[in-house]
């Protein structure tokens, strides 16, 4: 199978190197980083065009910031969808808009082209391992297709219906994320100011009810003080905005959203949005002039 792959930042590079792992070594790639190219070609793919994927990949991917990227990577001038023909196939794993994801899939169709929106969850190090989790939607058939695909950079790969559904799971994990990673940044914060250790407050706590992934993995970069991304606060308010749209739309409720949203904001204000989401607490730190942990 001839695969193209566009977009080889923190997610897509290692997604690159686990396909070829995985024995898809038939795999071509693209990204506007040079380095970025280089690094996943010295591992075994090799650098094409847009117009080349197109025209020649049984199956297209791409890992790109957001809506506007992928609709004009996939149908700007000279973009991808414009070289493609019925047979071949689209898989979207970026985190895009919903509404987008349907907009692309119905062009797509116009020229009889599948398309899968499977967006994931995991970040950076689940990427590396290969154990992201994928939010599938589309077509039964052509999940069934590419699924040994997915499952070279994934541990779950679950069907969640049409397209457009994925990403709309996606924003409910984002929501999910973002909630969390603010209460344990304003919890460590209480911690640190009623002088109590926030280290030790971490290890009492992540067995409990209050664990979570987002626990075991934000709180020692909080406590560090290590601010490297992983997921950029950037990305994060991109995500946010994708909610709040998509709540104003649909008549959702999300005033916990609304909040953090707000204090991402600030943090990009302050030269923070390319750092790691979990500067949150850099947030509650600013306020409460403390550092957790230090
Ligand atoms: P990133 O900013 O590190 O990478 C994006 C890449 O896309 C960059 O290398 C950039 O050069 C490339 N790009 C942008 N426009 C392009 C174009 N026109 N042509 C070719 N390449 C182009 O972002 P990331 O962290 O890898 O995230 C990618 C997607 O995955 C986003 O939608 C993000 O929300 C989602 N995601 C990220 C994480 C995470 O933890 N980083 C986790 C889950 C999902």
Redesign the pocket.
């Given at each position: 199978m001839k695969i193209g792959l566009?977009?080889?930042?923190?997610?897509?590079k290692p997604m690159a190197k686990n396909m070829l792992k995985g024995g898809y070594t038939d795999l071509l790639v693209?990204?506007?980083?040079q380095a970025?190219v280089d690094e996943v070609v010295a591992c075994g793919a090799k650098q094409a065009s847009n117009e080349e994927i197109g025209r020649t990949c049984d199956v297209v991917l791409t890992?790109?910031?957001?809506s506007p990227?992928v609709k004009?990577?996939m149908l700007g001038e000279n973009g991808v969808a414009s070289f493609m023909k019925e047979g071949q196939y689209y898989i979207d794993m970026?985190?895009?808009n919903p509404v987008a994801s349907k907009e692309i899939a119905a062009e797509l169709a116009k020229k009889n082209i599948e398309m899968l929106d499977a967006?994931?969850?995991?970040?950076?190090p689940k990427a590396i391992d290969g154990t992201l989790s994928f939010m599938v939607c589309g077509k039964q058939e052509v999940f069934d297709k590419f699924k040994p695909l997915l499952e070279t950079m994934g541990a779950s790969i679950v069907l969640c219906g049409d397209v457009g559904a994925g990403n709309t799971t996606k924003l409910a994990n984002q929501i999910i994320v973002a909630c969390n990673i603010q209460a344990l940044a304003e919890a460590l914060t209480l911690a640190q100011k009623a002088g109590v250790d926030p280290e030790k407050v971490f290890q009492a706590i992540r067995g409990g009810l209050a664990g979570s992934t987002v626990m075991d993995a934000k709180a020692p970069m909080m406590i560090a003080g290590n601010d490297k991304p992983?997921?950029?606060i950037d990305?994060h308010i991109?995500?946010l905005n994708n909610v709040l749209d998509c709540a104003h739309t649909v008549g959702a409720p999300v005033p916990m959203t609304a909040q953090v949203q707000e204090i991402l904001q600030w943090l990009h204000n302050h030269d923070g949005g390319q750092k790691d989401h979990s500067a949150i607490a850099q947030y509650y730190e600013a306020l409460s002039d403390i550092k957790i942990g230090r």
């Open positions: 566009i977009g080889l930042g923190i997610m897509g693209n990204d506007l980083v970025a890992m790109l910031p957001n990227h004009a990577v970026s985190s895009i967006p994931v969850s995991g970040g950076e992983g997921f950029k990305l991109k995500d």
